[in-house]
């Protein structure tokens, strides 16, 4: 083995040996919550403000992604720095409030101004440490207490494994209490408007052409006059409704091609339609619609609500907002 070879196993050893206690650590948390987690649950659903979460150096690198992860699902939180809290910043914490504040040895100094705060205004603290014994566990209402794995640097001092921990303890509250809300994805599309989540998460109704912009004709109008319809409205067919206003049929751009005649334009739209076509309910998904209309060759899709034709979607309504 060269020089080159043996120095690039080495770092695949460490690569693994890293991940390895990285899975080894939030394994271990898993199995070790019990009910401090819950009783932490109980404190985040009952904060009236809002979850401030905070932490030192890398601990507060943690704090900012599960304040962002809190926030964006449902649960008003925003990071505040232990630094800046012992310089003002104390007075973005209030009574409502419930404060999370993350620190591998619970010994932290710059959290010790927060930790006090609460304390003496009663707002209730969740510590996140490896240490059950530190001055954050015997202060925090509630100390979750992360596992007993060694850091992934071979110094064992390098904030790998216990910020590891810390970002999954951190997820699985966040997620516990999305769950325990019953957030579901109208409301994440609220805080998720942007961007390839957002898209994805755009309901039929958003999209959907309604009004006069539908086209739509009697069953006993004739086939000159649909043409004429299908051709303003341009969505390449026409939704046929019966004297109660449901809609009974379609006629695409394909029925047309399948009835070519002499006689077709003197023909009865009944005559051409496609009965029971597939139709969509105006809260689908977005990408619902779009997985139907590729799913049966079409374009565009009848939306209807109690068999009413309330709205009509084109594919291109969907691509142009980024729906794939």
């Known amino acids: 083995m060269t020089a080159m070879e043996t120095g690039e196993t080495e770092q695949f050893e460490a690569a693994r040996r890293v991940l390895e206690l990285e899975a080894e650590a939030i394994l271990a948390l898993a199995r070790s919550l019990d009910a401090r987690f819950v009783a932490a649950l109980d404190i985040l659903t009952a904060v009236s403000g809002r979850v401030i979460v905070t932490g030192m150096g890398k601990s507060g690198h943690i704090a900012h992604k599960i304040a962002a992860t809190l926030a964006s699902t449902g649960t008003p939180s925003h990071y505040v720095h232990p630094g800046e809290a012992s310089h003002g910043d104390l007075g973005m914490i209030v009574k409502g409030d419930a404060v999370i504040a993350l620190s591998n040895s619970g010994n932290t100094r710059e959290l010790n101004d927060i930790l006090e705060y609460t304390r003496r205004f009663s707002i209730p603290l969740i510590g996140i440490t490896a240490k059950s014994t530190s001055i954050m566990s015997e202060m925090a209402d509630v100390a979750l207490i992360l596992p007993d794995v060694p850091e992934g640097c071979p110094m064992g001092l390098v904030p790998t494994t216990s910020t590891t921990a810390s970002l999954a303890i951190g997820d699985a509250l966040a997620v516990a209490l999305l769950e325990r809300r019953g957030f579901g994805p109208s409301d994440f599309r609220v805080f998720h408007p942007g961007g390839q989540i957002g898209s994805s998460l755009q309901r039929v109704s958003d999209l959907m052409h ?56 003197a023909r009865s739209v009944t005559e051409v339609m496609t009965a029971t076509p597939r139709t969509m309910r105006p809260q689908a998904l977005a990408a619902e619609a779009l997985a139907v209309m590729n799913e049966c060759s079409i374009t565009s899709v009848f939306v209807v609500e109690s068999r009413e034709p309330v709205g009509i979607l084109h594919i291109h309504d969907c691509l142009r907002v980024g729906v794939r």
Do not use: Q, Y
Request: contains cysteine; aromatic residues 4%; charged residues 25%.
């Open 210 to 265: 309604v009004g006069g912009e539908i086209p739509l004709a009697s069953r006993g109008t004739l086939m000159s006059e649909c043409i004429l319809k299908m051709t303003e409205k341009r969505f390449g067919c026409v939704g046929v409704v019966d004297d109660d206003g449901w809609l009974s049929g379609v006629i695409t751009d394909g029925d047309l091609r399948r009835h070519m005649g002499e006689n077709l334009l």
